[in-house]
T-cell receptor
Framework: GAVVSQHPSRVICKSGTSVKIECRSL??????MFWYRQFPKKSLMLMAT?????????EQGVEKDKFLINHASLTLSTLTVTSAHPEDSSFYIC???????????????FGSGTQLSVL | KNEVEQSPQNLTAQEGEFITINCSYS?????LHWLQQHPGGGIVSLFM???GKKKHGRLIATINIQEKHSSLHITASHPRDSAVYIC?????????FGTGTSLTVIP
């Protein structure tokens, strides 16, 4: 079945550094990818919608200069947390919409998530 | 007000019990998704439906478009069903998420 690979699974960084998280669709083309943040014991919070070749659409309250999203190809989207601070510590998850045929249409495939800890 | 409301928030059941999780939404949708998140974070898409009913093993999902309501049923629940179940709706490329239902099935 369709697979979304997210890397790294866990990262610890110092305050003020930048961290890049990658999300790849391994066996399908993902014209649209989503980035989410999840706090402990809370549901997913959609941060931004990323369309290949265009600027990401950010949800209200999400700083686009802090959370840089690049979706340069149909199989790769990256989220860069710039100048990370302890309050950015969270679980970040990506997902992609399946494309190519009725069986894939609008199906959501999730990465395994990245636990970011900022010291 | 959230576009997607889920109930209950928390649910504890004995192994073997029949479980129902409800989801109501307020926007026009193209599809509704039921997601399962296990401890550790991994998320799996269980169902995507836009009408009627779907069944996969012990899981059944139904949707009533007129009432803007969906239910996820688990028959003969098992401890391995313990997870957070999230309802999400899509309107084209926009998604709205419920707050999730944390299910614990006790042996």
């Amino acid at each position: 079945g369709a697979v979304v690979s997210q890397h790294p699974s866990r990262v610890i960084c110092k305050s003020g550094t930048s961290v890049k998280i990658e999300c790849r669709s391994l066996d399908f083309q993902a014209t649209t990818m989503f980035w989410y943040r999840q706090f402990p014991k809370k549901s997913l919070m959609l941060m931004a919608t990323s369309n290949e070749g265009s600027k990401a659409t950010y949800e209200q309250g999400v700083e686009k200069d802090k959370f840089l999203i690049n979706h340069a190809s149909l199989t790769l989207s990256t989220l860069t947390v710039t100048s990370a601070h302890p309050e950015d510590s969270s679980f970040y998850i990506c997902s992609a919409i399946g494309t190519g045929g009725v069986s894939m249409y609008e199906k959501l495939f999730f990465g395994s998530g990245t636990q970011l800890s900022v010291l | 007000k959230n576009e997607v409301e889920q109930s209950p928030q928390n649910l504890t059941a004995q192994e073997g019990e029949f479980i129902t999780i409800n989801c109501s939404y307020s926007v026009g949708i193209s599809a509704l998704h039921w997601l399962q998140q296990h401890p550790g974070g991994g998320i799996v898409s269980l169902f995507m439906l836009s009408s009627g009913k779907k069944k996969h093993g012990r899981l059944i999902a139904t949707i009533n478009i007129q009432e803007k309501h969906s239910s996820l049923h688990i028959t003969a629940s098992h401890p391995r069903d313990s997870a957070v179940y999230i309802c999400a709706v899509s309107t084209g490329n926009q998604f709205y998420f419920g707050t999730g239902t944390s299910l614990t099935v006790i042996p």
